[in-house]
């Protein structure tokens, strides 16, 4: 069980370029969500998913930012013409399907995070 | 929607002692789960303890356990016998029982509590 696998864990991008990130969720899960953190900061939502649907995107910037949960291969968080703004770490966490009265258990389970860097 | 708040942004203790770590959170819902994660230098986030709402049995797990008022919208979180390996940023978080077909298992978290264990 190789839990929720993030790649790449550092990326150093310069202004303009873009910027991709990768999240493979625990074995089993079908829902993913991805979460912001700025320097010295909390955890901010962005955009949940699930296979092929994008469910909440309501914390994700209107520009330059996308994400997508393919059907085959892993979840992908784009930023596009990155700025240094976008400097930050981005978590992904995933979970599984538990309805009813076994809901309670979905508890999420989170990557180690990638490390944005831009110049 | 839901805010949750740390006001303590460090603390510190002695190995072997005890601390609380604070938390309160707004919420008009009556129903929802709430959380404590721990963020080590490692930056992976790993699941402390959780409390469902409905329960009023404090959760506890080891050496950690919670004050859940839940009039007083309170969740603190008790570190008993203090180890050096629990020095890490310490987050609450709030999960709705609601909506779950839109925010599934999304979190709201606080902005956290560096926890500094001396020897």
């Known amino acids: 069980n190789a839990g929720v696998m993030q790649n790449p864990r550092h990326l150093v991008r310069r202004r303009g370029q873009e910027a991709r990130l990768r999240c493979s969720p625990m074995k089993g899960h079908s829902h993913v969500y991805w979460y912001r953190q700025l320097p010295e900061e909390g955890l901010k939502f962005m955009v949940y998913?699930?296979?092929?649907?994008?469910?909440?995107e309501s914390g994700m910037p209107k520009e330059r930012f996308s994400a997508e949960f393919p059907k085959e291969g892993p979840s992908i968080l784009r930023i596009q013409q990155v700025v240094r703004g976008d400097s930050a770490a981005y978590f992904c966490?995933?979970?599984?399907?538990?309805?009813?009265?076994?809901?309670?258990?979905?508890?999420?389970?989170f990557g180690a995070g990638s490390r944005l860097t831009v110049l | 929607a839901q805010t949750v708040t740390q006001s303590q942004p460090e603390m510190s203790v002695q190995e072997a002692e005890t601390v609380t770590l604070s938390c309160t959170y707004d919420?008009?819902?009556?129903?929802?789960?709430l959380f404590w994660y721990k963020q080590p230098p490692s930056r992976q986030m790993i699941l402390v303890i959780r409390?469902?709402?409905?329960?009023?049995q404090n959760a506890t797990e080891n050496r950690f356990s919670v004050n859940f008022q839940k009039a007083a919208k309170s969740f603190s979180l008790k570190i008993s016998d203090s180890q050096l390996g629990d020095a890490a940023m310490y987050f609450c978080a709030y999960r709705s029982a609601r909506s779950k077909e839109t925010s599934g298992s999304r979190l709201t978290f606080g902005e956290g509590t560096q926890l500094t264990v001396n020897p």
């Open positions: 409390q469902e709402a409905y329960k009023q």
């Open positions: 919420t008009s819902e009556s129903d929802y789960y």
């Open positions: 998913l699930q296979k092929e649907n994008i469910i909440d």
């Open positions: 966490a995933s979970s599984p399907v538990l309805i009813g009265i076994l809901s309670g258990a979905n508890v999420l389970t």
